[in-house]
Nanobody
Framework: QVQLVESGGGLVQAGDSLSLSCVAS????????MGWFRQAPGKEREFVAT????????YYSDSVKGRFTISKDNAKSTVYLQMNSLKPEDTAVYYC?????????????????????WGQGTQVTVSS
């Protein structure tokens, strides 16, 4: 089992920056990919960014590419999401998610159901 705990959400204005953190514990050695999804009220959960836990591969959704950056600190078992140039449409609950190596299929890197472990979520609100 892997436990994920997010932090760093808050209320900001459009154009501001915000950084989210996700600390993993438990069987972190089993993780293949760790990333971020978000869910706005009345909408489905959508992919934001993900990256390989040991390597350097990263993926971003088109809506955040160039504005958000995913990074990690393996020594701290932590993944970060740096969000710049925030827009009101970025408002959502942001979830950290991880998928173990045994489950991972690269084709589904952006599919919520492909991720086994989830954090509790952190609210990000961007005012206009």
């Amino acid at each position: 089992q892997v436990q994920l705990v997010e932090s760093g959400g808050g209320l900001v204005q459009a154009g501001d920056s915000l950084s989210l953190s996700c600390v993993a514990s438990g069987r972190t050695g089993s993780i293949k990919m760790m990333g971020w999804f978000r869910q706005a009220p009345g909408k489905e959960r959508e992919f934001v960014a993900t990256g390989s836990w040991r390597g350097g591969k990263t993926y971003y959704s088109d809506s955040v590419k160039g504005r958000f950056t995913i990074s990690k600190d393996n020594a701290k078992s932590t993944v970060y999401l740096q969000m710049n140039s925030l827009k009101p449409e970025d408002t959502a609950v942001y979830y950290c998610a991880a998928v173990p190596t045994d489950d991972y299929r690269e084709t589904y890197y952006d599919t919520p159901s492909a991720y086994r472990y989830w954090g509790q979520g952190t609210q990000v609100t961007v005012s206009s």
